[in-house]
């Protein structure tokens, strides 16, 4: 059987964190799509680690993990992030797919171009490649990480993308570095990469029939998906519970839990629209104490309130079983907390997702703030107001609240009752 950790909102909703509280009791954890736009961040004891494309089971030694076919892998990212670890540590530990598809610079330079290009309208990648290297994936031009095993076919591969490069890169009066010089650092990063590239799917049926428990940690966000998020300001891969199937070779089956994650307020980073975004004094708070900045890029996040309406069509597209909600401790000490509940549509209420999406306004309710939740171990520890506030959104969103996180730190969670 295989459990599944999904964002709901638009990514950074603490996935990390819920991963690595629940690895504890899972044998194997499974990053399904997206790469190193992702940044999950863990706390233990006071000490941060950030994963970009390591599961977020690596902290736990009786954990394997595995990067699915479905990811996105700019290898010299991944060694990067491996050495963190120390490369011996992970052996047995780390499987990567062969068929899983790699970021090569030209990618990452592909992203910066077409942003530059866009002006005004660019999505605010990450920049890392990842649109770019999906597209050659459908464009069936891409290259596998599997095909790093022989560099003399892989330097015609490289080939095909870099004629398309060379010709925008001219176009533009750009520079970037000559196919050898790709091909050359690529046969560096493979050496220390290959003793890690498997049949990731083969090794996952093995391990649902050696009855271990999987974990499948999605990247992003819902309103990020391809085709369901706020196209065209979304990533480039399938980010609702969907995509862990093909990105991980898992069947329909065998997925029970959906385990969806939310902040108990909203952030973006990047452009699209934001309907419940927030500017001013209240964003700048939530901001700050949220520390609210790009885990991979740095960049500020845009805040505002919880919305409910986008919260409940991510738990529909996803079937969520249950919810964690994160973050309970920034909205400490405001008087006011607002619940986005519907929008008003060229004149009309609704409580659904347009395809004129930026049109909408937020309607909200407003519900008393409170104190202190920071730190709270069990429901009961919380305020009044804050256990109220729990039990609006599960009743508005439909899907019970199995989780409250109120800190960054793994032991600072409210279980409500085993997953
Ligand atoms: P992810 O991409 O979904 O894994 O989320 P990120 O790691 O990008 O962003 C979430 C941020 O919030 C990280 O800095 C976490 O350490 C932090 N965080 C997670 N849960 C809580 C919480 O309950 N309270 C507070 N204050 N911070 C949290
Ligand atoms: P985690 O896993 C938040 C956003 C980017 C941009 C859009 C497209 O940490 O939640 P891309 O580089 O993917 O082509 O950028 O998606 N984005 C994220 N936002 N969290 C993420 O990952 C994100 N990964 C991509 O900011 O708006
Ligand atoms: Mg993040």
Redesign the pocket.
């Known amino acids: 059987m295989a459990d599944l950790v999904v ?1 709901l909102q638009w ?7 819920i991963v690595d509280l629940l690895a504890k009791d899972y044998d194997v954890v499974v990053r399904y799509q997206g790469g190193h736009n ?4 863990i ?1 233990v004891e006071g000490k941060k680690i950030a994963l970009h494309l390591l599961p977020s089971g690596v902290l736990y030694p009786h954990c394997q993990n595995v990067i699915g076919n479905g990811v996105v892998v700019e290898p010299h990212s991944l060694v990067t992030e491996m050495k963190q670890f120390g490369i011996e540590c992970l052996q047995n530990r780390l499987f990567i797919s062969d068929r899983a598809h790699v970021i090569l610079p030209i990618h990452a330079k592909l992203d910066l171009l077409r942003e530059k290009l866009k002006g005004k309208e660019a999505i605010g990648t990450t920049g890392k490649g990842i649109g770019p290297s999906y597209a050659d994936k459908v464009s069936r031009v891409g290259i596998r990480m599997g095909e790093l095993r022989d560099m003399e076919t892989l330097k015609q591969k490289v080939q095909f993308a870099y004629r398309e490069l060379q010709i925008l890169a001219q176009a533009m009066g750009e520079t970037i570095e000559s196919l050898d010089e790709i091909v050359c650092s690529l046969r560096e990063v493979s050496e220390i990469l290959m003793p890690f590239v498997c049949d990731s799917v083969h090794f996952l049926w093995n391990a649902k029939e050696q009855g271990k428990k999987i974990l499948l940690e999605g990247a992003q966000g819902s309103m990020l998906d391809l085709d369901h998020g706020t196209y065209p300001f979304v990533t480039s891969s399938t980010t609702i519970s969907a995509g862990a199937c093909s990105g991980s070779g898992i069947n329909i089956r065998e997925v029970q839990e959906v385990i969806g ?1 939310a902040k108990a307020y909203c952030t973006r980073v990047g452009n699209g629209p934001f309907p419940s975004e927030e500017f001013g004094n209240i964003a700048q708070e939530i901001q700050t104490k ?2 609210e900045f790009g ?1 991979t890029t740095g960049r500020a996040r845009r805040c505002g309130w919880f919305d409910a309406v986008a919260l409940k069509y991510a738990c529909n597209l996803n079937g969520c079983t249950q919810i964690a909600l ?5 909205l400490d000490g405001l008087e006011e907390i607002k619940v986005c509940t519907q929008y008003e549509y060229r004149g009309e209420k609704i409580d659904y997702i347009p395809y004129d999406y930026s049109e909408v306004k937020p309607i909200y309710q407003t519900f008393k703030g409170w104190d202190k939740t920071c730190g709270a171990r069990s429901r009961s520890d919380l305020p009044k107001e804050a256990q109220e506030y729990i039990v609006a959104l599960e009743k508005l969103v439909g899907v019970r609240i199995s989780i409250v ?4 730190d793994r032991e600072d969670t409210i279980i409500e009752d085993k997953v």
Do not use: F, N, Q
């Open positions: 964002g990514g950074d909703e603490g996935k990390g964190k992702a940044g999950h961040t706390v994650i949220g520390g885990t994160m973050k309970l401790d920034v996180s109120t800190s960054p």
